[in-house]
Each structure stands twice: as structure tokens, then as C-alpha cells.
């Protein structure tokens, strides 16, 4: 083994170790709880998870729901939604007036290509904005429309952006990701609003999470497993949900600066 890969090895030992956990918290049930980004990675584990704990899934995808087909189970819907296309929503209504939601677990997101092609020489602007649009503008159109179904939005007790530290303008210390830190830091500043709206309005708890190095399509090279890190958000959201309105946390419940 070569020294780079044994180093690995050894930051993929700390990092892992700080997740253990013997119990996890899982206090979420009967809970009508809409997932975005859910046919792979974080979403995926989050709705198997969630649905395991007895809760109705309102699943969204991008273009294939190839792994949502294969659970089996009456209390998983789901629905097309491109989030570059916020503007095609009708079928996601459809399904939010069916099931007005108590939770939304906002996952869908994209890195936005290479960090060569986030330089700024390299930077394609269209390709910035759909990015801008899946990671950041669609949870205030999907909110717009709980909101203009308003019924839904006194249902709704938590809202959880999946975020990433990249988008912590304090953390930056490298320069790199144009796209995606941009679009990261978009939608902690959305998240910092609702968490003052929202909450005056309808008492709904909205913060942030930083997943941290998760095993998925976008780092395959993960630490840690998407299903542990379900385990950890669900864990989160179980416990005292209440303090977390208006903060940016990681996976253990720790603040990062925006
Ligand atoms: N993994 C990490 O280490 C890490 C670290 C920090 C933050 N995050 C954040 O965690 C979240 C989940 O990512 P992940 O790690 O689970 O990666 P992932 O497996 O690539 O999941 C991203 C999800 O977003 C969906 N998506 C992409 N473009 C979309 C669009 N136009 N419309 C609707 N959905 C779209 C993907 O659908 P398809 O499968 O159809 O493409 C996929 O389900 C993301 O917001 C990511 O930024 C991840």
C-alpha cells in the first residue's frame, strides 16, 4: 500500500470513528415527509429509512425512479421533478394537496461539474444557473407551492436543506468550486431567511446540514455510508429539533458558520 493510500486510510479511521454511534434516536412516525433528490444517494437511504419507521414518503426524482421501483411499499409515492425546471411543477402539487407535509428533507443536488471546468476561465454561466436552480432557487418554488396550497404550510413542522461546508463563506480556505460553493451559500442565506419567516409564520423549524463526506454518486469516495448518515439526520431531527432553527450543523448536531 502506498504512503497516500494508508493515509487515507488512517483520516477515513478518525473521520469514521467520530459517527459511531451505539443508538441512534428515530422518533418520526406517522409523518407525511417529502424528499427531494430521492432515488440515489443521502435521498434514497433517508426515504428506505424513513418509510421504515412508518411514515408516508412523497419521494421526488430527476429523470429515473429506477430505485424508488423497487421498494415495495404503500406508503412511498413518488413523482417526477427536475429541479433546473422549477417551473413544471404541476404533478408535484398534484401530490402535495393530496398529503399536505409535516417534513421536507430537501437532498437533490448537484456538484456541477469538474473543479477544472469551476475555474474561473472555464466557467459556463448557463450550466451556473440550472445548478443555482437544483441547489438553491427550487425549495423556495416547492415552498411557494405549499405555501399557495395553504392548508399545507401550517402542516409543515421542519424544513432541512441538505447543504455542504463549502458553502460556509468563513470555512473557504481554498478557492476552488466556484458553482458549487456559490450555489451552497445561496441556499444557507434562503435557509437563514425561512428559518425568520417560516418560523414567525407557522412555527416551522428550518436549518441546514453539512452530511460531510458520504459514500454517493457525487463522492464516490466517501467516508462514511449514506445509510449512516440517514441514521445521523434522523437521529437530529429526533432529538431536541426545536434548538437547530436558524443554524448551519454537521451530522453530530455541532454549529458551522455560515
Ligand atoms: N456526498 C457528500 O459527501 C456530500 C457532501 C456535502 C454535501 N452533499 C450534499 O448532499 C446532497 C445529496 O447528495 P448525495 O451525496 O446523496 O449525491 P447524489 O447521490 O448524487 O444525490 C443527489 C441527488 O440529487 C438529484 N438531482 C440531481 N439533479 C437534479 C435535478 N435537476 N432535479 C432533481 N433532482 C436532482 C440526483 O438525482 P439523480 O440520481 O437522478 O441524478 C440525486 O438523487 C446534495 O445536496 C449534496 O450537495 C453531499
Not at 12 to 20: C, D, G, N, Q
Not at 66 to 79: G, H, P
Not at 123 to 147: P, R, T, W
Amino acid at each position: 500500500m502506498g504512503l497516500r493510500k494508508i493515509k487515507n486510510v488512517i483520516k477515513k479511521f478518525f473521520y469514521t470513528r467520530k459517527f459511531l454511534k451505539k443508538n441512534y434516536l428515530a422518533n418520526i412516525n406517522n409523518k407525511n415527509i417529502l424528499i427531494t433528490g430521492a432515488n440515489s444517494g443521502i435521498g434514497l437511504a433517508l426515504t428506505k429509512k424513513i418509510l421504515s419507521l412508518n411514515n408516508k414518503v412523497l419521494a421526488t426524482y430527476r429523470e429515473s425512479s429506477e430505485n424508488l421501483k423497487y421498494i415495495k411499499d404503500k406508503n412511498l409515492t413518488f413523482v417526477k421533478y427536475d429541479q433546473r425546471n422549477i417551473n413544471e411543477f404541476e404533478d408535484l402539487e398534484e401530490k402535495i394537496k393530496e398529503n399536505p407535509i409535516d417534513l421536507i428533507l430537501n437532498c437533490a443536488g448537484v456538484f456541477g461539474g469538474p473543479f477544472e471546468d469551476q475555474q474561473i476561465e472555464k466557467l459556463d454561466f448557463k450550466k451556473f444557473q440550472e445548478v443555482l436552480m437544483v441547489n438553491s432557487f427550487s425549495i423556495l418554488k416547492i415552498m411557494q407551492i405549499i405555501l399557495d396550497n395553504g392548508l399545507s404550510a401550517k402542516n409543515l413542522k421542519v424544513l432541512v436543506n441538505i447543504s455542504s461546508d463549502a458553502g460556509s463563506i468563513e470555512l473557504n480556505n481554498q478557492g476552488n468550486a466556484y458553482i458549487y460553493r456559490a450555489s451552497k451559500t445561496v441556499l444557507n442565506s434562503i435557509t437563514k431567511n425561512m428559518s425568520i419567516d417560516l418560523n414567525a409564520r407557522f412555527k416551522t423549524i428550518v436549518f441546514a446540514i453539512d452530511p460531510g463526506n458520504v459514500q454517493s454518486g457525487m463522492n464516490p469516495s466517501g467516508h462514511i455510508e449514506s445509510e449512516v448518515c440517514a441514521n445521523l439526520i434522523i437521529d437530529l431531527i429526533s432529538s431536541n429539533v426545536k434548538s437547530f432553527n436558524g443554524k448551519f450543523i454537521n451530522l453530530l448536531g455541532e454549529e458551522i458558520p455560515w
